[in-house]
């Protein structure tokens, strides 16, 4: 398995940079309307439990991968690369979504196949209650035949939450990638936002509301 990663590490470091590949993302054609949320991330500063701050769009929303034995590629590229263990991403924002999310992400790996994509809308801190909804479409925007089997894909998904009628003030977008992957970017829009007061309890949320469920 080592020899595997190993392989892994060399085919995403001789590959292009990602900048160019991030272009296949699709900006929904509400992006910009009143009370919506647009984040994006195009490079990272934590490569495990720390929080990464958007690099474009809004400032206060958070991403984290919660699987530990990543770390950053060198470089300016600024892409986590996992370990054996794969990713399991959380980004958590502020607001009661009211409409629709499309969640886009592009990465390197062998298995190319995200799992427990989910959107959560509720509480912060342990034991934090709140209602998941599944994605409702995906789509496969790119993908790219990189060195040594490993792919480099952008996955769509996109959610419905007009079903929602509660109030809470806090969201989650999950997913995970088995394996060693490598997250070169994503980003998130998120429509009809119903504005939370105060500060985002990001840091009281993270990672509670994913083992509620999976739990």
Not at 101 to 120: I, K, M
Request: charged share 15%; glycine share 12%; aromatic share 14%.
């Amino acid at each position: 398995m080592r020899v595997l990663l190993a392989s892994f590490v060399v085919a995403s470091a001789v590959s292009a940079t990602a900048t160019a590949d991030l272009q296949s993302w699709v900006a929904p054609s509400w992006r910009g309307e009143a009370n919506s949320q647009f984040y994006q991330w195009n490079a990272f500063s934590s490569a495990s439990f720390g929080p990464n701050f958007a690099t474009a769009g809004g400032p206060s929303a958070q991403l984290f991968n919660f699987r530990g034995g990543s770390f950053l590629a060198p470089g300016d590229s600024g892409d986590v690369i996992s370990g054996e263990g794969g990713l399991d991403i959380h980004v958590y924002g502020s607001g009661t979504p009211t409409s629709d999310v499309v969640l886009q992400v592009t990465y390197d790996s062998f298995t190319a196949t995200p799992a427990g994509v989910d959107f959560f809308i509720g509480s912060a801190g342990p034991g934090a209650s709140g209602e998941y909804f599944d994605f409702v479409s995906s789509e496969r925007l790119y993908t790219k035949v990189l060195d040594r089997g490993v792919i480099r894909v952008t996955d769509s998904f996109t959610f419905d939450l007009s079903g929602y009628t509660g109030s809470a003030l806090n969201w989650a977008a999950f997913f995970e990638i088995n394996g060693p992957t490598t997250l070169q970017g994503l980003s998130i829009d998120v429509r009809n936002v119903v504005p939370a007061p105060g500060v985002l309890a990001t840091l009281a949320l993270a990672g509670f509301a994913r083992r509620r469920r999976r739990g």
